[in-house]
């Protein structure tokens, strides 16, 4: 299948200070790609639907100047964290449709996470 | 709000059984169904998936079944391997994917 990769895939910071997470398909062009955050023991969140070329769309809750989104080009999404604390610390996972090779407009592609520990 | 609910956090299956995991939604908006399967640490990967115009989708081992007036899918895997224990996502699609809370599922040699 299409593959996804994120950089890096573990991260500690101090808090205060910035992070960024890169997303990137390898193999396919991704006008859309995904951000999820999984606390532990629960299920995905989506937080944002980053679209190449213009802003990103949050979902409820989700505030847009903390986790800023920008979608540079077809094969790479950033995820940053601003001004990080320690209630940020989660595991943080991109994902991309491939239109191209999906079976469905619901198929997509994740990447293997980020875990990002804010102390 | 959960709008995607899997209400057993876990199943135990032994090996060469059927496990039969269960799934079920709110949101008549969703129109196409995927199963993940997730070992920690690592992101999802894709098993199946299912269009809300279609009742049932095999692929191998695993089965998906929808049934649209209960809100209601399935997840269907046979033989149960002991490398099929993981943690099992459904989801669903509107936009983005909302998932359930996922299922636990352990199989026994």
């Known amino acids: 299948g299409a593959v996804v990769s994120q950089h890096p895939s573990r991260v500690i910071c101090k808090s205060g200070t910035s992070v960024k997470i890169e997303c990137r398909s390898l193999?396919?062009?991704?006008?859309?790609m995904f951000w999820y955050r999984q606390f532990p023991k629960q299920s995905l969140m989506l937080m944002a639907t980053?679209?190449?070329?213009?802003?990103?769309?949050?979902e409820q809750g989700v505030e847009k100047d903390k986790f800023l989104i920008n979608h540079a080009s077809l094969t790479l999404s950033t995820l940053t964290v601003t001004s990080a604390h320690p209630e940020d610390s989660s595991f943080y996972i991109c994902?991309?449709?491939?239109?191209?090779?999906?079976?469905?407009?619901?198929?997509?592609?994740f990447g293997p996470g980020t875990r990002l520990t804010v102390t | 709000d959960q709008q995607v609910k899997q209400n057993s956090p876990s199943l135990s299956v032994q090996e060469g059984r059927i496990s039969i995991l269960n799934c079920d939604y709110t949101?008549?908006?969703?129109?196409?169904f995927l199963w993940y399967k997730k070992y920690p640490a690592e992101g999802p990967t894709f098993l199946i998936s299912?269009?809300?115009?279609?009742d049932k989708n095999e692929d191998g081992r695993f089965t998906v079944f929808l049934n649209k007036s209960a809100k209601h899918l399935s997840l269907h895997i046979v033989p149960s391997q002991p490398g099929d224990s993981a943690v099992y996502f459904c989801?669903?699609?509107?936009?983005?994917?909302?998932f359930g809370q996922g299922t636990i599922l352990t199989v026994h040699p």
């Open positions: 193999d396919f062009q991704a006008t859309t």
């Open positions: 989801a669903a699609s509107e936009v983005g994917l909302t």
């Open positions: 299912i269009s809300s115009i279609k």
């Open positions: 980053s679209n190449e070329g213009s802003k990103a769309t949050y």
């Open positions: 994902s991309a449709r491939d239109f191209g090779r999906s079976s469905g407009r619901g198929e997509q592609y």
């Open positions: 949101n008549s908006m969703f129109d196409y």
